[in-house]
Structure formats: structure tokens, C-alpha cells
């Protein structure tokens, strides 16, 4: 079982950048697919990003294209979001995610089997 942390949310302005950071533990990184999930006010969780074990393959929603890059690094058991030109729209509690499952829809929740408790993102205008 693997044990998720995130770090790195706060409060920036528009425009700004943040970068999160989920620290793993208790497994072996390289054999799970990673993702990020986001949370906003109101809001059901959704899928943000999502990264497989070498770190080769990345795939991101839409409204995130462009300004969110997902990366790993196996060897610090880490997963990174890189948000860039952030926007209010954007402001959520941010979820980090672990599976081991081949073959599934990582853009769904049920694909995933670890969470982190989350970090909260705020995005004045």
C-alpha cells in the first residue's frame, strides 16, 4: 500500500504559477500510474492530469492543456504539477492519486486506488 502527501498549494494571483508536489512512500513508485484530481467549490472531483511509470506518457484534460505539465521522478518517489498562468477558475483542492491497475481509464476516479488528503489551490483575480 502507498502512502500519498501533497504539497505546494496556496494563494497566487492570476496569472501566477504554483508548482504541487505528492511524495509517495510505501511501495514501489515505478509500478503505479499517477494522477491529479481537483476538487473546486461546488464542484465534483475531477480529473486533471495523469502520468504512467516511466514518465513518458502524460495526458491532461483540456481546460488545463498548455498551462499544467505533469512530471515524475522515480528515483525521489515524486509526481509534480506544474500549474502556469493560473486562473480563478482553477481554484480547488488538489488531489494526488496512485494505481496499479493496466489498461484502465485513468481519467476516472475508480481507476485509482491510493489518495492524497489534498492541497488547497486559490487563485485570486
Known amino acids: 500500500q502507498v502512502q500519498l502527501v501533497e504539497s505546494g498549494g496556496g494563494l497566487v494571483q492570476a496569472g501566477g504559477s504554483l508548482r504541487l508536489s505528492c511524495a509517495a512512500s510505501g511501495g514501489t513508485f515505478s509500478d503505479y500510474v499517477m494522477g491529479w484530481f481537483r476538487r473546486a467549490p461546488g464542484k465534483e472531483r475531477e480529473f486533471v492530469a495523469r502520468?504512467?511509470?516511466?514518465?513518458?506518457?502524460?495526458y491532461s484534460t483540456d481546460s488545463v492543456k498548455g498551462r499544467f505539465t505533469i512530471s515524475r521522478d522515480n528515483a525521489k518517489n515524486m509526481v509534480y504539477l506544474q500549474m502556469n498562468v493560473l486562473e480563478p477558475e482553477d481554484t480547488a483542492v488538489y488531489y494526488c492519486?496512485?494505481?496499479?491497475?493496466?489498461?484502465?481509464?485513468?481519467?476516472?476516479?475508480?481507476?485509482?486506488?491510493?489518495w492524497g488528503q489534498g492541497t488547497q489551490v486559490t487563485v485570486s483575480s
Open positions: 502520468i504512467k511509470w516511466s514518465g513518458g506518457t502524460t
Open positions: 492519486a496512485a494505481t496499479r491497475h493496466l489498461y484502465y481509464d485513468y481519467k476516472l476516479q475508480s481507476s485509482y486506488e491510493f
